[in-house]
Nanobody
């Protein structure tokens, strides 16, 4: 499985961004996909996850502001991020779980005040 994340950038606080993650390879084996982030000096943390049935899970810090979704026909996963805060600044990684974990390269999200 190969994952390619895109969509990061610089945005002002209160703004929105949409991240995309394109999956290729043995995608039929994927059970769960998700977004993680890592801020400078902090550990990587789960932002949101979605399983094959469409059930979702969010970190408390992003509930009500971020929405994760999948387009299975296009092998894409999205993270719609609204009402962004400066503390959302991080490198965001897409991940997929099959028999092992797969990681995409990160995409940097910078939220300015």
């Amino acid at each position: 499985v190969q994952l390619q994340a895109s969509g990061g950038g610089l945005v002002r606080a209160g703004g929105s961004l949409r991240l995309s993650c394109a999956a290729s390879g043995s995608i039929f084996s994927i059970k769960v996909m998700g977004w993680y982030r890592q801020a400078p000096g902090k550990q990587r943390e789960l932002v949101a996850a979605i399983n094959g049935g469409g059930s979702t899970n969010y970190a408390d810090s992003v509930k009500g502001r971020f929405t994760i979704s999948r387009d299975n026909a296009k092998n894409l996963m999205y993270l719609q991020m609204n009402s962004l805060k400066t503390e959302d600044t991080a490198v965001y990684y897409c991940a997929a779980v099959a028999s092992i974990w797969y990681w995409g390269q990160g995409t940097l999200v910078t939220v300015s005040s």
